[in-house]
């Protein structure tokens, strides 16, 4: 429990300096965007201001976490985790209107963009692509602590953000240097469809990772192969396999196993076999808390008695 706090605190550390960061960015880039007239800018603008968005929430759940919030949850505030998410997800699929609006009224009507300004913005773009590259790396590097969908959410989506700035840095270059063609108008609406289209991607990666585990989702299909194999080599120790129900909560995976003991055993007994199949399955899947019921039906129903023979 010591070396998850810390890895909790690192983690928040860690969200809290990238929305820290952000929030810097994203004021010169707005006042930018109005400056220039790029509509392109003004799309990662609308991003940028998701990914700030997103990135408060993560740091708040995370924050909660640190300060001890876990302790009134049964099983975490794992699923505050997938919460944000969704969160961050939702909010990126309705700033999409906006966003594809702006983008075809640039398409309608194109204009040229102001030289100074978009000279100043491509400085700033170059410094956020250097900037959300470094963030991203040090993410992935933090996540090897451990599964969190915080982490994940945060890693997609400054992925995306460093892939994105640098797509908004090729087209404002290609607009200044291209200027004297006719069609060069047109660089920066369709360079905002990229924008637009990493935009989706990112949301709808966002809520399909997130969605799952926070309806509990059954565990997968490698760790479920785990589970029967430990039940094979303890087949001894029990009459009866009668169901078993898994659920996750950020990183920590939730078993509970339903079997049928010999009724002439002593609980002593009973107990002794629960413990080395427990202790077994959680060495085999980390992060995991099994829970062995003793049962006599499927999902510790009562079983039905056996028709009377003729």
Not at 5 to 28: R, Y
Not at 107 to 134: D, K, Q, Y
Not at 158 to 184: R, Y
Request: net charge negative; charged share 20%.
């Amino acid at each position: 429990m010591v070396s998850d706090a810390h890895s909790a605190i690192i983690k928040e550390q860690v969200i809290f300096k990238s929305l820290v960061i952000d929030t810097i960015f994203w004021f010169p880039s707005l006042i930018l965007a109005i400056l220039s007239g790029s509509v392109t800018l003004y799309t990662d603008v609308i991003k940028k201001g998701n990914e700030i968005l997103s990135t408060f929430f993560s740091w708040y759940a995370l924050k909660k976490m640190v300060g001890g919030g876990e302790n009134a949850y049964d099983y975490g505030m794992g699923k505050f985790e997938n919460i944000t998410g969704i969160i961050t997800g939702v909010v990126m699929f309705l700033s999409l209107i906006l966003v594809f609006a702006l983008t075809v009224f640039k398409l309608l009507n194109p204009s040229l963009l102001h030289e100074e300004s978009t000279i100043l913005a491509m400085i700033v773009m170059f410094i956020g692509v250097c900037v959300s590259t470094v963030l991203w790396r040090e993410k992935v590097h933090i996540a090897k602590m451990g599964y969190s969908p915080v982490m994940e959410a945060q890693i997609t989506l400054f992925k995306t953000k460093a892939g994105t700035d640098l797509v908004v840095l090729i087209a404002l270059i290609l607009a200044m240097l291209l200027e004297h063609n006719s069609w060069a108008e047109y660089i920066d609406p369709l360079a905002s469809f990229i924008v637009i289209g990493s935009f989706l991607f990112s949301g709808y990666r966002t809520i399909s990772t997130s969605l799952p585990d926070l309806l509990d989702k059954t565990i997968e299909e490698e760790l479920q192969l785990v589970v029967v194999r430990s039940l094979a080599d303890f087949f001894d120790e029990y009459e009866a396999f009668h169901g078993v129900r898994s659920r996750k909560s950020g990183n920590y995976i939730y078993i509970e196993l339903f079997l049928e003991f010999d009724g002439e055993k002593r609980c002593k007994e009973i107990q002794d076999s629960i413990y080395r199949i427990k202790e077994s399955l959680e060495k085999e899947i980390p992060h995991s808390s099994v829970i062995i019921m003793p049962c006599t039906g499927k999902f510790g129903c009562i079983r039905e008695p056996c028709p009377e023979q003729p």
